[in-house]
């Protein structure tokens, strides 16, 4: 536990961006792997992937309650605590409060999340690189002649939805099966202002291929579903589905950004399957995670895997 202490004790005062600010789950701190500590600004969030004694938690809260009063004395601490064993969560509230509703920011959005319930907050800080990286593709595609057009796959709460928009995409096309993660990403686009641009399907995706695909084609797909989600998808065999589509969806010289956090498959599982079934799409680059969630194996950690279908080959005009 010296590792996450030393984090704590060492951390910088609180952000105005919610972040990740020790990620024992990378291995790289051996006896801390079970331990994950994010700031939702206000609220901090420790969270074990173990059960743990109540001595250790006190120790933590006490590191936790000490190097606030160092860094904002007087103030407030609010922070909770969440273990999560066996395919169960339990959260428990420490210190302080958590505001209602709770809305943060990251890179100039804003996000609504829930720390208090469930295991997924409403914004997941590992893909804060691939949301710069759509953030930064439809900002340098704001002036194209039509406009980019965008499909958010498994859209959850429509994070990259938001900064496409905020970066000059023209539409932004929605599609998850929960309603609930839906109607959260309706209320981040008014949040930040947006007003139009943005449509929501709430469906199973694999049922409504019809009306995915007479909304395109796609400057930009992206692709992020669960690992694993018993009934809705599984990674080993479905996202085979996925890219068959891509080409179809995509218009000369876009893009597809492919998601995958699932420590078991590596990238060479995403390429190996695009390579073969849609070998027309070429590989770009593999987007950094961001460094605080460094692994001892960058093939453990979440692969976001960029793609692009060429542009056609200008006409050759012909003399006489």
């Known amino acids: 536990m010296h590792a996450l202490l030393n984090a704590i004790a060492t951390m910088a005062p609180l952000p105005t961006d919610a972040q990740r ?3 024992g789950r990378g291995g790289l701190y051996p006896g801390c792997e079970h331990w994950v500590l994010d700031v939702f600004p206000p609220v901090w969030v420790l969270t074990s992937f173990q059960p743990v004694a109540e ?6 809260g006490a590191a936790l309650a000490a190097r606030w009063e160092q860094l904002h004395p007087g103030e407030p601490l609010h922070w909770v605590f969440q273990t999560r064993h066996e395919g169960r969560s339990e959260t428990r509230l420490m210190a302080g409060s958590v505001p209602d509703p709770h809305v943060v920011s990251e890179q100039g959005a804003r ?3 829930h720390v208090s319930r469930g295991q997924n907050h409403g914004l997941f800080l590992d893909m804060a690189e691939g ?7 439809a900002a340098a595609r704001s002036s194209d002649r039509y406009g980019l057009k965008v499909l958010n796959l498994f859209a959850y709460t429509c994070a990259f939805s938001v900064v496409a928009l905020q970066a000059g995409a023209k539409q932004v096309v929605n599609v998850d099966m929960a309603q609930g993660a839906i109607a959260i990403g309706q209320q981040n686009h008014q949040l930040n202002g947006l007003t139009t641009g943005a449509s929501f399907l709430a469906h199973d995706i694999f049922s409504t291929w019809g009306k995915i695909t007479r909304g395109g084609p796609y400057g930009l797909v992206i692709v992020d579903p669960p690992s694993f989600q018993r009934g809705s998808f599984v990674a080993t065999k479905d996202y085979a589905r996925l890219m068959r589509r ?3 969806l995509l218009i000369p010289g876009g893009h597809a950004l492919l998601c995958l956090n699932a420590p078991e498959l590596d990238t060479a599982f995403l390429k190996d399957q695009m390579r073969e079934i849609a070998p027309e799409l070429e590989f770009v680059e593999r987007v950094a995670n961001p460094a605080v969630f460094g692994d001892v194996s960058e093939e453990r950690s979440l692969k976001v895997l960029a793609y692009r279908l060429p542009p056609l080959e200008p006409a050759q ?3 006489r």
Request: net charge neutral; aromatic share 16%.
């Open 21 to 23: 600010i020790f990620h």
């Open 55 to 60: 001595d250790d938690l006190a120790t933590v």
């Open 111 to 113: 996000f609504r999340v």
């Open 131 to 137: 949301r710069r990286w759509v953030r930064d593709y």
């Open 246 to 248: 891509l080409p179809d």
């Open 317 to 319: 005009s012909t003399t």
